[in-house]
């Protein structure tokens, strides 16, 4: 797939533009109707079969409490707690899937299955699943949770710098420091988007309106309760296991939980950040093989980590049982061969490091200064 991205030296300024109308945008649901002419009914149906994908998982992790604790060899302890960390991000992807509706219909059921995952994991279930389900309703416009950062949000005072520059870009202080930083990514990630989205208010007009929006999502019904429902109970487990299992031992305590946790969220914001950082907004049309990137990884990482590469896809059936998705690419290959947006994830990560994370219009890329300007990933005309 040729991808076109080139940099130039320009000067930026004024609002975001809006999307160039010489590239036409289709809607998902316009590919939908195209792509379930070549797909069968039973594959849009929930697939139990992750169900065994979460058994081997959470049977894994919870071995590796008990290596760590009860062997306790440090070699050993340091290597289980790797594996953990591989086995909880694979475990993050399950509850991802599960909250789609494409594994279990029964929502309180899916919900005891995404909350076991979130004592581990130390996030909020529910607040994670209505903000991901806002992100799915706004993809690629000015109030999607989960776009980077627009012009007008460019960092200002000290602290914004000194944070925007541990994310990972062409302007970050090292890459490796962002690297680490990105493994307390879900972490920030919902800290930020609870305290803004909950009882915070933003400076910049265009963020605060996308926080506006998740505000919105809590603002009738029980959700506020349930969601401190779900941050109690996570900090109850997760001192249960300190004191408890880890017996008030830090280092035992960081071998089975934070450590773990660290490498799961890096995982998952390599993820993250190669699903729609390196693409265009699109505004109100929500084309998903424009604003969002699919990767190409091996056979093993994608059946590990439940086909979280085939993003594109999942946007057009998230649904869909993630097992599925292969079937789609085959498809997009076949019917949009120069529009579908797929490269391989070490590419995207270092196209990570070589891009700015600021976008200053809809396909453009800037430097924090505003003086450069890079091309998003766009298709080939």
Known sequence: MAIKLNSELVNVAGEIESFPSEVKLI????????LKKYLPDEIFSPDLRHVFLYATA??????????IVKINVLPLSILSSVIMGITLASLTFFLHDLFHGSIIKSKPIAYVFGLSIGIFNLFAPLFWQRVHNLHHARTGNIDDPDRSYIRTESPKNLIEKIVYKLRISDETFHPLLSLIFMSTG????????????????????????????????FKTGNGKFVVLFELITILSFQTFLFLKVSNGNLLTYFLISIIPVAISHSISMSYIHTNHFLSPLTGEIDDPLLNSLSLKNSKFVDTIYSNFSHHVEHHLFPAMSSLEYPKVRKLLLELYPSRFQLIPM???????????????????LISSDGNEKISCLMPVK
């Open 27 to 34: 809607s998902k649901n316009e590919y939908r109707v195209v």
């Open 58 to 67: 959470m049977s894994i992790y919870l071995f590796g409490i008990y290596t």
């Open 186 to 217: 879900f972490f920030w990630y919902f800290f930020n988007a609870m305290f803004y989205g909950l009882i915070g208010k933003k400076t910049s007009i265009e963020e605060d309106k996308k926080y506006q929006r998740i505000q919105e999502l």
């Open 346 to 364: 070490i590419d995207a990560m270092k196209l990570l490091f070589k891009t700015p994370r600021i976008y200053g219009d809809y396909t453009h």
